[in-house]
């Protein structure tokens, strides 16, 4: 009873693995063999890059005094024009206290000149004065009044500098820096802080031996942040060298790589970068041939009998196509002139 039992299990097995079979062969039917052959795919290489800064940008002192106030801090995103510190002197306050007291008295000798002018004038009208008196009091008045022309002037540099006191960001974008506190002496030209500005790209330093292989306008694939697993590679964001320096520093090829989406990264942080390094010669094919059995990588080829036979490959990096698709490339278990069928 059990023999027959498991005959016929066997039987039933049998059936609809030849049912299978049958269906795999009409849908290999319907969709034409693709032939493998060889192509040349860019030899990607992986390296580190590091995120910087178009532009630094540094907001510095424009008069002398003491950090009075000081509104930013590292990290903080700014504008161009806001103030990001208040430079203060006490002597200025006190200079403009002078000023003010030569201005009065300034005031004091304009009025005084200009009675006396009108004085000299009505005794010249009356024949009671000579003209030369006239012409005495006449620069009397036209002296103190330059005086106090010169004293109001000299009181607006002063607050002039008081206005400069306030240190501006000479354009937008985030604070990397900011070397002082509040408290801090500081003079002219000393910077209060540091300013990240025009975006910001990768900077890649590589062996020299890169150097004949790139130019401006190769892809670069940028990797997940932090760590990033070599098979991950066809999920990368892709950007395009944009300069290539024509000098070498310490054996090494710098180049700067624009890639969107920066703008939330570390100035300085290091990201794992593939580029190419040359062309090299492989077998890829499409994604949808390649299918997964016990943790194997399998592809159904066609034999010329008209038989398929599923054969075991190794999988190397996913090559994207241009219209969106994916390729893989194949280490082994396959040569050219193969034909493959939709398993």
Known sequence: MTSSAGLASALAALVLSAAAMA?????DQGSPPFLISVTEVDDLKSVYAAVRS???IHARVRTPGTVASLRVDEGDAVQEG???????DPKIALKIEAIDARIVAASSRVETSRVELERAKTLLAQRVSPQSRVDQAQTAYDVAVNDLRAAQAERSVAETEIEEGEVLAPTAGRVLKVPVTEGSVVLPGESVATIAAGGYLLRLELPERYARFMKAGDAVHLGARGLALPEAAAALTEGRIAQVYPELENGRVVADADVADLGD?????RVLVWISAG??????????????RFGIDFVRLAGDNGGVTDAVVQTGRAVPRPDGREDVEILAGV?????LVQP
Do not use: I, T
């Not at 806001?82 to 203060?88: H, I, T, Y």
């Not at 990264?265 to 942080?269: A, K, P, S």
């Not at 499409?286 to 299918?291: A, G, K, L």
């Not at 040569?335 to 034909?339: K, L, T, V």
């Open 335 to 339: 040569n050219a002139g193969d034909r």
């Open 23 to 27: 269906h795999a062969e009409e849908r």
């Open 54 to 56: 178009r532009d630094l």
């Open 279 to 292: 062309k090299r010669r492989a077998y890829v094919v499409p994604r949808s041939f390649v299918f997964r």
């Open 265 to 269: 990264y570390f100035v300085g942080e």
């Open 82 to 88: 806001q103030v990001l510190a208040l430079v203060a």
